[in-house]
């Protein structure tokens, strides 16, 4: 099955930045819709950026609209999720999921859960 590995999260500063990347391995990763979600303490977890197969299609949360850009590179099996302007309020675990039957939209709205996740990497914005 598909598996997921989350790296790149640590601890920056307000106004800094982060690069997330999400390996895939298991199957390819272009057959695959690709999102980032998150979750903070006491807080739902929100879907904040999908990507679609070809690239084309990509969805944002208003919350990070503008900060945050998704990206993939099928042929390194890669999803990025470039993090600027970092806000205390993006603290959080970062997941990645993917799903090959439903749309970036349906994934990032949450409705319907992906079929694969990651396990994880923290993301902790402070000074």
């Known amino acids: 099955q598909l598996q997921l590995v989350e790296s790149g999260g640590g601890l920056v500063q307000p106004g800094g930045s982060l690069r997330l990347s999400c390996a895939a391995s298991?199957?390819?990763?272009?057959?695959?819709?690709i999102g980032w979600f998150r979750q903070a303490p006491g807080k739902e977890r929100e879907g904040i950026s999908c990507?679609?197969?070809?690239?084309?299609?990509?969805y944002y949360a208003d919350s990070v609209k503008g900060r945050f850009t998704i990206s993939r590179d099928n042929a390194k099996n890669t999803v990025y999720l470039q993090m600027n302007s970092l806000e205390p309020g993006d603290t959080a675990v970062y997941y990645c999921?993917?799903?090959?039957?439903?749309?970036?939209?349906?994934?990032?709205?949450?409705?319907?859960?992906?079929?694969?996740w990651g396990q994880g990497t923290q993301v902790t914005v402070s000074s």
């Open positions: 990507i679609s197969k070809n690239n084309t299609n990509t």
């Open positions: 999921a993917g799903s090959s039957i439903i749309t970036a939209q349906a994934m990032c709205n949450m409705w319907v859960s992906p079929r694969y």
């Open positions: 298991g199957f390819t990763l272009d057959y695959y819709i």
